[in-house]
């Protein structure tokens, strides 16, 4: 079965506009989970999603925000993007029941000029 | 807060040799996850350890979960170049399943033909 799909896998975007970030979670999948990966902090978890409804939310400013679709299929959106929001952002996909396990996508690359 | 701490944070084996990662929870671990990483891609689902004492493999790669649950290792026997990449262990924060996983920061593994 297909797996966790991230589109677009690279993009450039310039200091202050806003950018949009798509995930598809795999097949039956209800939970879609985000991250940010820097080489300085490493993984951090941004928020979670479940039937269209945000269930946990990291430690990030308001410029981060999310949303999930009745499909399932979620999308981030960075508002006056920063420098520092240069980084890999992953999403995950589960279950959701308890140790489901989640199942990441190839990331999306996104640099900041 | 619960912290993960990997070690080592880098690992340079000639091929053929057997490795072990260490992954150490300041809390007990509910759900601990690996991953394997290339870099700037998506992360790998390896394994996930729930009960104290539980021990897993595929091909040549074994976890544990010690008994008390706060630290879980990942043996590699006879490395292969294949093997190389960044490890990560992942956890389930506070014991719950909302995709809301904390990570260590990995252990950068190359093995040399």
């Known amino acids: 079965k297909a797996g966790v799909t991230q589109t677009p896998r690279y993009l450039i975007k310039t200091r202050g506009q806003q950018v949009t970030l798509s995930c598809s979670p795999i097949?039956?999948?209800?939970?879609v989970s985000w991250y940010q990966q820097t080489p300085g902090q490493g993984l951090q978890f941004l928020f979670e999603y479940f039937s269209e409804t945000q269930r946990n939310k990291g430690n990030f400013p308001g410029r981060f925000s999310g949303r999930q679709f009745s499909n399932s299929r979620s999308e981030m959106n960075v508002s006056t993007l920063e420098l520092g929001d240069s980084a890999l952002y992953l999403c995950a996909s589960s279950l959701a029941g308890m140790y489901a396990g989640y199942t990441f996508g190839s990331g999306t690359r996104l640099t900041v000029v | 807060s619960q912290e993960l701490e990997q070690s080592p944070q880098s690992l340079i084996v000639q091929e053929g040799k057997n490795l072990t990662i260490n992954c150490t929870s300041s809390k007990t671990l509910y759900g601990l996850y690996w991953y394997k990483q290339k870099y700037g891609e998506g992360l790998i689902f390896l394994m996930m350890?729930?009960?104290?004492?539980e021990e897993k493999s595929h091909e040549k790669i074994t976890a544990k979960l010690d008994e008390k649950k706060q630290q879980s290792s990942l043996h590699i026997t006879a490395s292969q170049p294949s093997h190389a990449g960044i490890y990560l262990c992942?956890?389930?924060?506070?014991?719950?399943?909302?995709?809301?996983?904390?990570f260590g920061k990995g252990t950068k593994l190359s093995v040399k033909p």
């Open positions: 097949s039956g999948h209800r939970s």
């Open positions: 992942g956890a389930d924060r506070n014991g719950g399943s909302q995709g809301n996983l904390i």
């Open positions: 350890l729930q009960k104290g004492g």
